[in-house]
């Protein structure tokens, strides 16, 4: 037989070989099916059929010879072609489901030894020869008691955290003791701040007033010193540094010997405001003498720890029975108008913030007649640090919260905060926190357990104004995963949490954004083996 095809080809004569003409011409419409894809059919078709006619063989000797039609010969070829398992692959998984799902609900002895590695499932499996049923519930029962020992483990990671951040770390404690001991000793270190000719300045409402208030003699100077380098007129910088009574001396020692000058620092201990009495102050008397509040913030930490737990809610339950949140320096930024009866403006900044950008253009917010000039905690992509609403602060459970606030109502941060003082003292801001502690106080601490923060979300309710986020981004002591470019560029990042980068727990990838403020050549700070991170 020939196969002729003619010059144009659009015709295809077939002849057979005793040369008679076959009565076959096939004639090709060119418009319609080209000679290309003819040729290229027949490749493929030349390329397939050996392999069809091998899998027809192999399928032919295994039974599929019964199928009557192409649809059964396509059930069996069309896994095998497709590199998928047959029918019996398929039965087994779903019986391996039905077993699955039965034991789901079958309750686990507890008196079980089980294997605590996957090696040690693989040997228990193939020595014991379980059957199916058997292997479903050891799975079960080993899965759920890895999953309690890893649950177990976060826990007690948490519980650690928690031990380490409301300690002292050593060389922050001998830093005071050394500072304090200057204090007695040298005079240069008990040098009036700021000196006499500069005093008035410490009223002087064109410059700007930044506010803190700690204990921590490092996490201040790191604070201050965050400020003033990023300031693009650290001339007009005024710091009150406020501290409590046991750290002022220390505290004073020094920025009197660590002078930042032309920024003006002021230091102040509590004990040196004549406003700050028990009269005016009645709360934290309370506060003090309130068995229930000492109890749980002095009291045994591990008590009520439930290993059922979420470990992120066990963290946020130990965080907010920090022994701070009993302290008159947490409490003090709701007295600022009291404090500094002749500034109109001043921003309050937390001792665990490092300022990365001038901050001057705050000041030229406009309030809008608003107190509090604050970022706000319920707006952003990482919903655990930006995903607060009242819900995550209040219980709502209780009758007095559920009849006075909105669980949908978004929170604010505290940590960098522009506060407008002359508006904030045409208002009942300070009598409605004071009237709110005392209500958690007498509910026994059943309206809220996280600090003082709860109180200043309703006491400050219709006076905020919300400022755009990347002036205060925060996070950086709870959030690992925190976006470093997003750290880069915020003008404030905040280590609110446990993680503080003073400390061992710190995140060691988050903590060069504070340690490049700290002078670790500094005598006081070599003495006492405050180390430079690696």
Not at 396 to 425: Q, T, V
Request: glycine share 4%; net charge positive.
């Amino acid at each position: 037989m020939q196969i002729r095809f003619s010059p144009s080809m659009r015709s295809i004569t077939i002849s057979s070989s005793n040369g008679f003409l076959d009565l076959m011409k096939v004639k090709v419409a060119a418009r319609h099916f080209s000679y290309r894809t003819l040729f290229h059919t027949i490749l493929i078709l030349a390329f397939l059929l050996p392999f069809v006619f091998i899998l027809t063989a192999v399928v032919t000797l295994e039974g599929v010879n019964k199928c009557s039609s192409f649809d059964c010969l396509g059930r069996r070829l069309g896994p095998r072609f497709l590199g998928r398992g047959g029918d019996d692959s398929v039965k087994l998984v779903k019986d391996l489901y039905k077993i699955l799902d039965q034991v789901n609900s079958e309750e686990i002895p507890v008196d079980q030894k089980l294997p605590e590695s996957f090696g040690e499932f693989l040997s228990d499996m193939k020595n014991n020869k379980y059957d199916a049923k058997t292997f479903a519930v050891r799975l079960k029962a080993t899965m759920e008691n890895m999953a309690r020992e890893v649950k177990r483990s976060r826990l007690a990671e948490q519980l650690h955290k928690h031990f380490a951040a409301t300690s002292i770390p050593k060389g922050i404690h001998c830093l005071s003791l050394r500072l304090t001991d200057e204090y007695s000793s040298n005079a240069q270190a008990r040098k009036q701040l700021p000196p006499p000719e500069l005093l008035p300045l410490l009223s002087d409402n064109s410059y700007h007033h930044f506010v803190i208030a700690t204990d921590n003699i490092l996490a201040a100077s790191v604070v201050v010193n965050s400020v003033v380098g990023s300031s693009l007129e650290p001339e007009r910088v005024v710091f009150h540094v406020i501290t409590d009574k046991k750290t002022y001396p220390g505290m004073h020692s020094w920025f009197a010997l660590n002078p930042l000058s032309p920024a003006i620092i002021e230091v102040k201990g509590v004990h040196q405001f004549d406003w700050l009495t028990r009269e005016n102050v009645p709360v934290l008397e309370a506060i003090e003498n309130h068995h229930g509040v000492r109890n749980h913030y002095l009291g045994n930490h591990i008590m009520g720890a439930n290993v059922s737990d979420n470990p992120r809610i066990f963290a946020s339950k130990l965080q907010a029975r920090s022994p701070k949140y009993i302290s008159l320096l947490n409490h003090l930024r709701i007295y600022l108008p009291e404090l500094f009866p002749k500034l109109n403006k001043v921003v309050f900044l937390d001792d665990d913030v490092v300022i990365q950008r001038d901050l001057s253009p705050l000041w030229e917010i406009d309030l809008s007649g608003k107190v509090n000039g604050a970022v706000e905690t319920c707006k952003g992509e990482d919903t655990w640090v930006m995903g607060k609403l009242f819900r995550t602060y209040f219980n709502f459970s209780h009758p007095l919260i559920a009849n006075k606030l909105d669980p949908n109502e978004c929170a604010w941060a505290y940590g960098m905060n522009i506060f407008d003082l002359n508006a904030w003292r045409k208002t009942s801001i300070r009598e409605t926190y004071h009237y709110w502690v005392k209500e958690n106080l007498k509910s026994n601490l059943t309206l809220w357990k996280l600090g003082t923060l709860p109180p200043a979300l309703i006491a400050f309710r219709g006076f905020v104004h919300p400022i755009d986020p990347s002036w205060h981004m925060l996070g950086l002591g709870y959030q690992e995963k925190t976006d470093l470019d997003s750290v880069r560029k915020a003008a404030v990042i905040h280590y609110n949490g446990q993680c503080k980068p003073w400390l061992e727990i710190g995140y060691k990838h988050l903590q060069p954004f504070w340690t490049r403020h700290v002078n670790y050549s500094n005598d006081f700070i070599r003495s006492c083996h405050i180390l430079e991170p690696q």
